[in-house]
């Protein structure tokens, strides 16, 4: 296994289920990321976590609740989303969090493609 | 937040064509990264400048950074279908965990 690896590449879920995304990174990074990408949008930053602690949450609903329970793993769970957060997700790593001009260049996964319906 | 424009939105080329991407702002920042994200997967970074007028070359790739480290565009030389997707350029402001990126520019190379 290598890189930054993400399940499941696909969920469809109604709005009442809950659902979990994971993330596994390979790489010996300190930080993990998630961010949304949505149609004729740029990237979102959601979450940020530097050695399993947050230090970046921008202004995301509650129906997202991130965990990360250890600098290689990183959850994002889902309830009662709304068929607008439909998107794909991605979760990213780096040797060290992103800050300025401490630019640790970020390694993607391959994302989740979620649908609300 | 910078904002940043990137243009254009599409671009649909023959394969051994030549191409150039832009991505603007109308803010100074201090390094910018290029990704390039194939269909059903993450972006990957291709480079980073740091300096301005700074230019770095990747194989058929020619990335280049502004003067006044406001702009930087992406030259690609005989694109290849392999070359197709979509290109994101991305910047970081000082002391911010933000890594802010641009819509795209979703290239297609048609053999």
């Known amino acids: 296994e290598t890189g930054v690896t993400q399940t499941p590449r696909h969920l469809v879920m109604g709005m009442t289920n809950k659902k979990s995304l994971k993330c596994e990174q390979h790489l010996g990074h300190n930080a993990m990321y998630w961010y949304k990408q949505s149609a004729k949008k740029p990237l979102e930053l959601m979450f940020v976590?530097?050695?399993?602690?947050?230090?970046e949450n921008n202004s995301v609903p509650s129906r997202f609740s991130p965990e990360c329970p250890n600098s290689s793993h990183l959850f994002l769970h889902l309830h009662t989303l709304q068929p607008e957060d439909s998107a794909l997700y991605l979760c990213a790593s780096s040797q060290e969090v992103v800050r300025g001009l401490d630019n640790s260049p970020l390694h993607f996964g391959n994302g989740t493609r979620l649908t609300v319906t | 937040t910078q904002l940043l424009e990137q243009s254009p939105q599409f671009l649909s080329i023959q394969e051994g064509e030549n191409l150039t991407v832009y991505c603007n702002s109308s803010s100074v920042f201090s390094s910018l990264q290029w990704y390039r994200q194939e269909p059903g997967e993450g972006p990957v970074l291709l480079v980073t400048v740091v300096t301005g007028g700074e230019v770095k070359k990747l194989k058929r790739l020619t990335f280049q950074f502004g003067d006044a480290r406001k702009d930087s565009s992406l030259h690609i030389t005989a694109a290849q279908p392999g070359d197709t997707g979509l290109y994101l350029c991305?910047?970081?402001?000082?002391?911010?965990?933000?890594?802010?990126f641009g819509k795209g520019t979703k290239l297609s190379v048609i053999p």
């Open positions: 991305a910047v970081s402001g000082a002391g911010s965990y933000q890594l802010t």
């Open positions: 976590y530097s050695l399993e602690e947050r230090v």
